[in-house]
């Protein structure tokens, strides 16, 4: 029997992929010469040309460091563009697997490579066998660090920080998302000033933006997370309402995810 939380995930992809299909087009033709540009640096493993064409930093699944620049990236080329990836793109078609989704950018088949009109690179969904294995290392080491009382979870999801907060998110498993929370000042080995279980996620349309939120007795905490959005919208936006009316609302400084 599947999982709920497994489930959610699939019609969540289902989801995605119902739309893509919908708001998705065939590439226009002014858009073939920087995705054959950028397939040709993979065929060829033109790493330096490669690197000249992607909008660092490169964001890794968490808690895998992000590729902050050129250097990093010549450094784990290997570690994001393995064979399987690297396959994928070298025997793509253009006119049939990578798609205009407007102002998202240009995708290749279901979202495994984002590029911008420009034919940078903005953003690779796929994960290697070798980043999956440092994923589950890097989580066992992350857990050493924290307090006591929240070190049992399934996996990490993000962290951000506001200007008076640290957030910490975290799967605990079967679609029961945990909230916790720290002064800005605090580190997260210390013990946190709010804990709240059984948070749901909720999606925000066909971009991949979504939101978490935690009732807290009367309270209700929403963490905002903005994956596609305009160039001033902050990664992740924090709210907390009492009954309907919102009482704090701020801007995420940094995200981790």
Known sequence: MVKTSLMRKILFVLFLLINFKTVSAQLDKKYESVVLEFIDNVKNQNREKLATKIKFPLKRDYPIPSIKNKQEFLKRYNEV???????????????????????RGIMLLNGAIWLNDDGILITVNHQSEFEKKEKARLIALEKQTLHSS?????????????????????????SNYRYIS?????????????????????????????????KNGDYLYTCYINVIGETQSPPAMLTISKGRKEILKQKAKKIIQ
């Open 150 to 174: 929240i070190k049992t979870f399934k996996q990490p999801i993000l962290i951000f920080e506001t200007s008076n907060f640290r957030i910490r998110i975290d799967d605990l498993g079967d």
């Open 81 to 103: 563009f393995d064979n399987d990836l690297s396959k994928k793109i070298t025997v793509s078609i253009i006119p049939t697997d990578w798609h205009d989704v407007g102002w």
């Open 182 to 214: 720290w002064s800005v000042k605090n580190k997260m080995s210390e013990k946190p000033s709010l804990i709240i279980k059984n948070g749901n996620w909720n999606s925000e349309g066909s971009g991949g933006n979504h939101n978490y939120e935690f």
